[in-house]
């Protein structure tokens, strides 16, 4: 007579209990009529598992019944996190990485090989998150990169030319001398700004160029300042 030879193929969940695999190799049998003695069984491949311990087992059947258990556990991809500014002129400042301060974020992970994950999203001082916060990523069947996209900030900045011996505010700003001098900025929220000031006639700047006005979390507007030139004048009787 023969015996009912049982093949279990599992996976062991997080809580320790046997996961059913049998569907995902479904030319498999797992319930076989075999003579009683020695059978050898080669574990069939599933896809994103793989066998642990020995991927085939030579069991001797002698009574009515008998069972071969393969655990498998599911295969690993290492992930990479990318935050990038896409538009950013300097290439060094593509990488946002550095300006990341949660020290719990993790730029690598490993996630289950064709496994959906999320990912969330740092926030990072003077950028706008493209997209959602929480996003949903894979699968991924091969170390992959995942890219989170920013785009800067900016804050508007204007720089008013200034008469430092002029007493009567309303003639305080002088911008008119300089036409070709521009007074607004549009300045990365954080990052400072430097210009060179004009000359103007009759006028000398009273700190030597070039201007570093600072650095700027919010719309601003900035003096750089003149001392009117002096002469001497003699006056003769005569």
Not at 20 to 45: C, M, W, Y
């Amino acid at each position: 007579a023969k015996a009912t030879l049982t093949i279990k193929l599992v996976e062991i969940g997080a809580d320790g209990k046997e996961i059913n695999l049998s569907s995902l190799a479904p030319g498999f049998e797992t319930v076989r009529q075999v003579e009683k003695g020695s059978h050898t069984i080669d574990a069939p491949t599933i896809a994103n598992y793989r066998v642990k311990g020995k991927s085939s087992q030579t069991v001797t059947v002698t009574g009515d019944t008998a069972e071969i258990t393969f655990v498998y556990e599911r295969e690993k991809v290492n992930i990479t996190i990318q935050l990038i500014d896409p538009d950013a002129a300097d290439p060094d400042k593509k990488d946002l990485s550095g300006l990341v301060t949660d020290p719990a974020f993790q730029f690598t992970r490993s996630e289950g090989k064709g496994l959906k994950f999320t990912v969330t999203a740092p926030e990072i001082e003077g950028y706008t998150l493209v997209g959602e916060k929480t996003r949903e990523c894979g699968p991924y069947t091969k170390d992959s990169v995942v890219t989170i996209n920013y785009k800067r900030q900016y804050v508007t900045v204007k720089v008013n030319l200034v008469d430092l011996d002029e007493e009567n505010e309303s003639k305080k700003i002088i911008n008119s001398l300089a036409p070709e001098f521009s007074t607004t900025y549009s300045v990365g929220k954080g990052d400072t700004l430097s210009v060179d000031a004009p000359e103007i006639a009759g006028y000398t700047l009273a700190s030597a160029n070039p201007q570093k006005l600072g650095s700027f979390t919010e719309d601003k507007t900035v003096d750089i300042g003149y001392n009117r030139e002096k002469v001497t004048i003699t006056v003769r009787l005569v």
